[in-house]
């Protein structure tokens, strides 16, 4: 009897668990107990993109000896339509062109009495201390990438340079970390896809 009690034990586990036929037309998520989502419903073995909104990015950067910061994008990551420079909300959309005057021993060579942007996009903000750390911060879209396995079951998790939080969205359906229901993920093996069984009472 001892050389069956894996094979039992494996028939309990499956027990507890539905073959449901591989169909993916529905986005569905799950999220465990450890707080990871599996998002299933995706094409098997095929890249998985998952885009986070409004997700809000901090730098520091360190002002001149003028007390002027320059905050400059990215093709991926421009600047946003409106900034946070310390406490203050900057809207970007609204400033002036101009350009950067040297600073010659705390003083702008030309007078710069508000804050502009460059013509290359740049954003110059004055009045800070001089060479003193200031925080940016911006709400921008943040894009993860995963691979679905063979069932169309991708995973998301928190890591130390990233927080799964918040809306975000995935083939094309919205989807919220903190409403997706916490239960049993679903389980792919040999690319048969088997969701758990709803207990009714």
Known sequence: ????????????????IANVAPTYAQIVAVKDLEGRVF?????????AEFTFLNVNQSRILVSNDCGAVVVRG????????SITVNSTVVNTTTLPLGVLPPCVGGVF?????ANFKTANGQVV????????????????NRVRRGTANACGISRLASSASFTVAGDFEVAGTSLN???????????????????PVVATP
């Open 39 to 47: 998002v299933r419903g995706l094409t098997p073995a095929t890249p």
């Open 1 to 16: 009897m001892k050389a069956f009690k894996p094979f039992l034990l494996l028939a309990a586990a499956l027990a507890a």
């Open 125 to 140: 903000v004055i009045g800070n201390a001089a060479n003193s750390a200031i925080t940016v911060s911006q709400l921008i």
């Open 177 to 195: 970390y903190d409403t997706i229901a916490t239960g049993l993920p679903p389980i792919c093996r040999g690319g048969t896809l088997y969701l």
């Open 74 to 81: 990215s093709t991926a990551i421009p600047v946003a339509n």
């Open 109 to 113: 060579a030309t007078p710069v009495t």
